[in-house]
């Protein structure tokens, strides 16, 4: 198991000493910032500097092969202008999601409305719809519903938000406070994320109902 710690540590010096005074803000997604990582986890790192160019995409390709477990580190690199005008709806789910490690995203938090925690939860219903139907039909598979449970778990903590303000990363929790239509989701998601058996039919159709009703619902 790594020693998130000690590796975040590395990390953070040979970022600065590669990007100097340039480094806007820093942190960690996943579940390594929510504290349940494995011994597979991803490191799910996201840097922000302040300006992002093709050379600075490539010398921070670099510096991660210099980094261990890099085949373990993936996240989100950009520069501060772009998160600044980054779609609202997105920004929700990324800043409730980040754990900083360095600076801070309030400045980001700050152009997240109750419309845009709105359209995160439509435009993440649609998608699910979508990509739900398409592959019942098609692809039929069990990687790709699993997913979109994984997709329908973040739109159900935004619904949580829209109803109590608010944001819960930890899906126990989470299961204790939704209404029992979503408690299926959150309970179909952990298992599946647990290594549960795979119903496809059954998962497939629930998971296009609850996407329908969110559909219909948040106008």
């Not at 998160?83 to 900083?100: G, K």
């Not at 019942?136 to 935004?158: N, P, T």
Request: proline letters at 1%.
């Amino acid at each position: 198991m790594i020693d998130i710690t000690i590796w975040m540590n590395n990390f953070l010096q040979i970022l600065n000493d590669t990007f100097t005074d340039r480094v806007w803000f820093v942190g960690l997604q996943g579940s390594y910032g929510r504290g349940e990582a494995t011994e597979t986890s991803d490191i799910d790192m996201v840097v922000i500097l302040d300006e992002l160019s093709a050379i600075d995409i490539q010398t921070y390709n670099t510096m991660l092969d210099t980094l261990p477990h890099r085949e373990l580190i993936c996240g989100f690199l950009s520069g501060k202008n772009e998160i600044m005008n980054w779609e609202p709806s997105d920004l929700f789910q990324f800043c409730h999601d980040t754990t900083p490690i360095k600076g801070s995203l309030d400045e980001v938090m700050a152009v997240i409305d109750e419309s845009a925690v709105n359209r995160a939860i439509k435009i993440g219903a649609c998608n699910i719809y979508h990509g739900c139907i398409h592959n019942m039909l098609h692809e039929k598979s069990e990687d790709i519903l699993r997913g979109l449970y994984k997709s329908a778990s973040f739109v159900v903590q935004a619904i949580v938000f829209q109803q109590t303000g608010r944001y819960i990363k930890h899906q126990e929790e989470l299961l204790q406070v939704v209404s029992s239509y979503e408690q299926v989701i959150v309970e179909t998601f952990m298992n599946l994320k647990n290594g549960g058996t795979v119903d496809f039919n059954l998962m497939s159709e629930a998971l296009f109902a609850w996407s329908k009703k969110w559909i219909a619902e948040n106008n």
